[in-house]
């Protein structure tokens, strides 16, 4: 079994070089998955000079672990819109969501981009009764605007006890999707990987973009990150919280052309893929980041889940992070003049990725765009108990990492220890290596766990993660953990 996701098998990607020079653009996009690239996309055939860059390497991070799933069926998420709005507001959702369908399929078409796009039906289930009252409910909301059926049973043998199926839904390669994006656009903007932005500067009419190489001025800047870490005004880690879920790939038989996902808290999430082998991805095991660390014991419990009702070859296990929103719409558009933000989509980032691509296009070219105050990042927020109960989840996760360092699943190889004040932490590998590490998140001073799964120093409150080393490897933070060295 492969610790990583199946998306990142077999891939032959172009290079791109490193920023080394100071350069100048009109629009710097920060981040190069679906939602960097979608904005790439759509602002193309513009005039303007436009840059984008990438801390590792292209479609590597959350658009690589995703599932790959086009559908508006999405979980119970329509029926909490509408708890919290009103019937305009859940039905534009829907239609963004339906246009972003489209955009995908017409975008994968006429560039003839080789993704794997296949149509599939999608369902969204209950597999235990109390929750069948949601299925119903939402069939009342979209039987008007959506070709919708009420189903009693899913096309393979699992639990359920009511199921709504829509047909005009699809899954893809994700990866390969957005690789031929950035084949589509890279005649007509710059890009740029292992450039890691650390730092924006506001300067007259102009916006500072550091890295440790060299600096990039623009005029305008466009956030596509996952966890968006330039905009502390914004108090972003008090809107959101990051939910970690367990991704599983086995090999069946044959593939089904459906893919599926039930309401319940505990979600399964069930789709196919057919490679030079057929799998089945399941998705379980979510929850708060905070409450995810024990990787090793949470893979388990994926895998044991995909052996038991699903099939027991098992190829693949890997974990991704989805940022969550209290009001459970998107953060898509200006957050102030020319400074853009495309985050917070609730675990369907593929048709929000999309779709933010296209509203930011529309905005920076004076477009309208009939979803702009739908997703406007500074909304007026309608759901304070929900906000509150946020702040309280990532105050108890703060908490919780000073309080508990040496985890209770830490083998012999792994421990916490204080000298002279500092807290370290320290990994010795298979060959009697110590690797030690500053056990401070450089972000927001969480300190670290260690993820079994990937030998890595993770942060439990916003997903930071480093190697053994103290290297970062994902953000939101920007700087190491390795010990400084002192200078004689």
């Not at 080394?20 to 981040?31: H, K, M, P, R």
């Not at 319940?264 to 030079?276: C, E, L, Q």
């Not at 400074?339 to 933010?356: D, P, S």
């Not at 509150?388 to 190889?413: A, E, P, Q």
Request: aromatic share 12%.
């Amino acid at each position: 079994m492969k610790n990583k996701s199946i998306w990142q098998e077999n891939i032959v990607k172009s290079k791109f070089p490193t920023l080394s020079v100071n350069i100048e653009c009109d629009t710097l996009i920060i981040g190069g998955g679906i939602t960097g690239f979608s904005c790439a996309y759509f602002l193309r055939n513009s005039k303007e000079k436009i840059v984008l860059v990438e801390s590792n390497k292209i479609a590597n991070g959350a658009t690589s672990k995703s599932t790959g799933k086009l559908t508006y069926l999405q979980e119970d998420l329509i029926t909490k819109i509408k708890d919290i709005y009103d019937d305009d507001t859940y039905l534009k959702y829907v239609e963004s969501q339906k246009e972003a369908i489209s955009l995908a399929k017409k975008i994968i078409l006429e560039n003839k981009i080789r993704c794997d796009l296949e149509s599939v039906n999608s369902y969204i289930f209950s597999d235990n009764l109390i929750k069948s009252n949601v299925i119903k409910k939402t069939y009342k909301l979209l039987k008007n605007n959506s070709s919708v059926k009420l189903k009693r049973k899913l096309p393979i043998k699992t639990v359920c006890h009511k199921a709504l199926e829509a047909n005009d839904t699809f899954v893809f390669h994700p990866v390969k999707f957005v690789l031929g994006l950035s084949e589509i656009v890279k005649e007509k903007i710059d890009i740029y990987e292992r450039t890691r932005v650390t730092k924006i500067d506001k300067q007259d009419n102009y916006f500072i973009a550091h890295t440790p190489s060299g600096n990039i001025k623009a005029k305008r800047i466009i956030l596509a990150l996952h966890y968006p870490f330039f905009i502390n005004p914004f108090f972003f880690p008090f809107k959101t919280s990051i939910e970690k879920s367990f991704l599983v790939a086995g090999e069946v038989n044959r593939t089904r052309p459906f893919s599926a996902i039930n309401v319940n808290k505990k979600v399964t999430s069930i789709r196919y893929y057919k490679s030079y082998k057929n799998y089945i991805i399941l998705v379980s095991e979510n929850g708060s980041l905070n409450s995810n660390i024990d990787n090793i014991k949470k893979q388990d419990n994926a895998i044991w889940n995909t052996r038991s009702n699903f099939t027991p070859e098992i190829d693949y296990c890997w974990s991704n992070y989805d940022i969550m929103t209290s009001d459970h719409l998107p953060f898509i558009g200006e957050l102030e003049e020319n400074l853009y933000i495309a985050t917070g989509y609730n675990t369907w980032g593929m048709t929000n990725g999309i779709i933010a691509g296209k509203v930011i296009s529309d905005l920076i070219q004076n477009h309208d765009s009939i979803y702009k105050d739908l997703f406007n990042p500074r909304r007026d927020e309608k759901n304070i108990p929900n906000i509150i109960k946020f702040n309280l989840m990532n105050g108890l996760s703060f908490v919780n990492t000073k309080l508990n360092k040496n985890r209770l699943f830490y083998r012999k190889n792994v421990k916490i220890i204080k000298e002279n004040g500092i807290y370290y932490g320290i990994y010795i590998d298979e060959n009697k290596n110590v690797h030690k590490v500053y056990n401070q998140c450089p972000h927001m001073k969480c300190n670290l766990s260690f993820n079994y799964q990937t030998n890595t120093w993770d942060c439990p409150c916003h997903g930071s993660r480093f190697d053994i080393d103290g290297n970062i490897i994902y953000g939101p933070s920007v700087e190491n953990i390795k010990i400084k060295k002192e200078v004689k």
